[in-house]
C-alpha cells in the first residue's frame, strides 16, 4: 500500500466529513445513518479520489436459532456471517483487507445472509474513512424476547462488540506490513499472528481487537525495519 494510496483514503474520507443520521428505529426509539447513505456518500467520495473497493465473498455460513419466548412459543432465528476479502486499489496500486458482516432475520436464511453482506459492507467503508455510525444500524433487527437458545451449529459467535473490533484501517495496515515481512507466504502466516496477537484467543485477523491490532502492526513494524 503505498503513501499516494493512502492519501487517495485520506482525501475521501475529510470529502465525506460528518454524516448526519438519516433514518429511525421507531421501535427501538434512536436515529442511525443507513447503509444506502454511506455507500452513496463515501462511494462518490471514493470514486472522486480515484480509489474503488471490490468485496469478495470468500466464506458464509447461516445457523438456525430456536428458542422458547416469554408465552412459552418455540420460535427460530437465523444468523448468518460473511467473510470478504476487500479488495481497495487506485489503479497504481492497491491492498486487500480481510472483513466480515453479520446479519439476523427472523423468517428466512436468505433475508439474513443478505443484511450480513449489506452490514459487512457499510461498516468497512465507514472505518476505512472514519464515518461515525452511532446507535446500531437498521440492518440488524432488535432480538425478540428469547430464553433458553439453542443454536445448531455452534461455529459462529455473534456477541462480540463491534466498537472494539480492529477497525479497516488497522486490518488494511496488518495486511500491508505483512506482505513486506513474509511475501508470498503471508497467507500461511495471519493465523498464527492472530493467535500471537491475542495470546492464542483468537484465529483470524478479523476476529482481533483493537489493542490487539495495534500490538500486532508495532511487532510487524519492528520486522520490518530489521
Same mark, same amino acid.
Not at 506482505?179 to 498464527?192: A, L
Given at each position: ?7 487517495k483514503? @485520506? ?9 448526519? /443520521?438519516?433514518k ?5 426509539? +434512536?436515529?442511525?445513518?443507513? @447503509?444506502?447513505?454511506?455507500?452513496q456518500? @463515501? ?6 479520489? *480515484?480509489?474503488?473497493?471490490? /468485496? ?9 436459532? %430456536? +428458542?422458547?419466548?416469554? +408465552?412459552?412459543?418455540?420460535? %427460530?432465528? +437465523?444468523?448468518?456471517?460473511?467473510? #470478504?476479502?476487500? =479488495?481497495?486499489?487506485? *489503479?497504481?496500486?492497491? #491492498?486487500?483487507? !480481510?472483513?466480515? *458482516?453479520?446479519?439476523?432475520?427472523f423468517?428466512? !436464511?436468505?433475508?439474513a445472509? &443478505?443484511?450480513?453482506i449489506?452490514?459487512?459492507?457499510? &461498516? #468497512?467503508?465507514?472505518?476505512? $474513512? ?7 444500524? *437498521? ?9 433458553? !437458545?439453542?443454536?445448531? !451449529?455452534?461455529?459462529?459467535? #455473534?456477541?462480540? /462488540?463491534?466498537?472494539? $473490533?480492529?477497525n ?13 515481512? &513474509?511475501?508470498?507466504t ?7 499472528? @492472530? ?9 483470524? =485477523?478479523?476476529?482481533? &481487537? ?17
Amino acid at each position: 500500500m503505498t503513501s499516494t494510496l493512502i492519501s487517495k483514503i @485520506a482525501a475521501a474520507s475529510t470529502k465525506v466529513g460528518a454524516l448526519m /443520521p438519516d433514518k429511525t428505529n421507531t421501535a427501538q426509539n +434512536y436515529s442511525y445513518i443507513s @447503509a444506502d447513505k454511506i455507500l452513496q456518500r @463515501a462511494g462518490d467520495a471514493l470514486a472522486e479520489a *480515484g480509489v474503488v473497493i471490490i /468485496p469478495s465473498i470468500t466464506q458464509e455460513a447461516v445457523n438456525e436459532v %430456536t +428458542y422458547t419466548d416469554s +408465552y412459552n412459543k418455540t420460535k %427460530t432465528r +437465523y444468523d448468518a456471517v460473511i467473510t #470478504f476479502e476487500m =479488495l481497495i486499489s487506485d *489503479g497504481t496500486s492497491e #491492498f486487500k483487507a !480481510p472483513w466480515s *458482516g453479520r446479519g439476523s432475520d427472523f423468517s428466512v !436464511p436468505d433475508k439474513a445472509m &443478505y443484511k450480513a453482506i449489506t452490514s459487512g459492507h457499510k &461498516y #468497512f467503508i465507514a472505518k476505512l $474513512l472514519n464515518i461515525g455510525i452511532g446507535n446500531e444500524d *437498521g440492518e440488524h433487527e432488535a432480538a425478540q424476547d428469547a430464553t433458553k !437458545p439453542t443454536q445448531k !451449529p455452534v461455529d459462529v459467535s #455473534f456477541d462480540k /462488540p463491534k466498537a472494539q $473490533l480492529a477497525n479497516a484501517t488497522q486490518i488494511a495496515a496488518i495486511g500491508a506490513l505483512g506482505v513486506q515481512v &513474509y511475501g508470498d507466504t503471508w497467507k500461511d502466516e495471519q493465523g498464527h499472528l @492472530a493467535e500471537w496477537a491475542s495470546q492464542g484467543a483468537r484465529k483470524a =485477523l478479523v476476529d482481533l &481487537y483493537e489493542m490487539e491490532a495495534e500490538k500486532l502492526i508495532r511487532g510487524l513494524q519492528k520486522k520490518v525495519a530489521a
